[in-house]
C-alpha cells in the first residue's frame, strides 16, 4: 500500500535511505518534512525497514547526539539508531523549505554492504545525492510535488493561529479567496479556520502568522468567495 499525500501530513513517517558514500540515514518527518517518492511507494518495506533498524539490528558503535538530550521518543530513536551505525535526521521546515537536519552521528557508521540482503535489496532504491559524514542538511524531493499541487488546486502550508499560537498545517486553494488592502498595501490571503481553538482567521500569503480578522476594517476586505 502506498503512503497518500493526506498521509504523509498526519503520520510521523521514519524512512531510511543511503548517501553516496553507501552509509545508512534515517529521516523522521514528523508531518512536515518532504517524503521522497521511493519511500511512498510501499508502506510495508517502510514498515519493514524501521522494524529492522529499530529492532532487529545490532548494537556496533557508540553514538553521539548533536541535539538536547530529552526523554523522548526522538532522542530514543536517535539514540538507538546512531549506535548502530546509523545517521539520523529530523524534519525542519525553514523559509518554506521542508529539510532534514542531523541530529545524530555514529562514531563508526555502517554501510549498505553490512545489511542483510533482504534489507539491502529495498535500499538499493534509496540512494540520496548527499554526503552524510559532511552535510549537516538532506534536502529531497517530495513525492507530491508542487506540480501536482497545482494541478490539484490545492497546496498545504503552515500557519500560527493568531489566538491560541497553535501551529498547524492547512490547505489554501490556488485562488485566494480575499485581498486585504491595507496602507495602501495588497494582502493576498484565504480564510480558515484554527484546528485547535476554532477560530476564524485570516492566512495571508508568504507570511506565517495567520491573522485575526477583526485588526482590519470591513471596507478593506474584498471576499471573493466563501470558503467551505
Ligand atoms: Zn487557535
Known amino acids: 500500500m502506498k503512503f497518500s499525500e493526506t498521509d504523509l ?8 535511505g543511503i ?5 545508512i540515514f534515517e529521516c523522521t518527518s514528523a508531518g512536515v518534512g518532504n517524503v521522497p517518492s521511493f519511500v511512498c511507494e510501499s508502506r510495508e518495506e517502510t514498515d519493514m525497514l524501521e522494524e529492522y533498524f529499530l529492532n532487529t539490528a545490532a548494537k556496533t558503535t557508540v553514538g ?23 545517521f539520523c535526521y529530523d524534519a525542519v521546515i525553514e523559509d518554506n523549505h521542508h529539510d532534514y537536519i542531523k541530529i545524530a552521528e555514529p562514531e563508526e557508521p555502517i554501510t549498505i554492504n553490512d545489511l542483510p540482503d533482504k534489507i539491502k535489496s529495498i535500499m538499493e532504491s534509496h540512494k540520496v545525492d548527499v554526503d552524510v559524514t ?3 542538511d538532506i534536502n529531497v524531493q517530495h513525492a507530491y510535488s508542487d506540480e501536482e499541487e497545482q494541478d490539484s488546486g490545492y497546496r498545504f502550508r503552515q500557519v500560527i493561529c493568531p489566538f491560541c499560537k497553535h501551529q498547524y498545517m492547512t490547505r489554501v486553494y490556488n485562488e485566494y479567496d480575499l485581498i486585504i488592502k491595507h496602507n495602501g498595501e495588497l494582502l493576498y490571503g484565504w480564510k480558515d479556520r484554527c484546528t485547535k481553538c476554532d477560530s476564524w482567521i485570516y492566512v495571508i500569503d508568504n507570511q506565517l502568522e495567520g491573522v485575526d480578522p477583526s485588526s482590519f476594517p470591513e471596507d478593506e476586505i474584498t471576499e471573493h468567495f466563501i470558503l467551505r
Not at 548517501?19 to 552509509?23: A, E, F, I, R, V
Not at 547526539?65 to 546509523?86: A, F, P, Q, V, Y
Request: aromatic share 8%; charged share 35%; net charge negative.
Open 9 to 16: 501530513i498526519c503520520e510521523d513517517i521514519m524512512w531510511f
Open 19 to 23: 548517501d553516496k558514500n553507501g552509509y
Open 134 to 136: 559532511t552535510e549537516i
Open 64 to 86: 553521539k547526539i548533536l541535539i538536547k538530550d530529552e526523554e523522548n521518543d526522538l532522542c530514543n530513536d536517535c539514540k538507538t539508531l546512531s549506535s548502530k551505525g546509523i
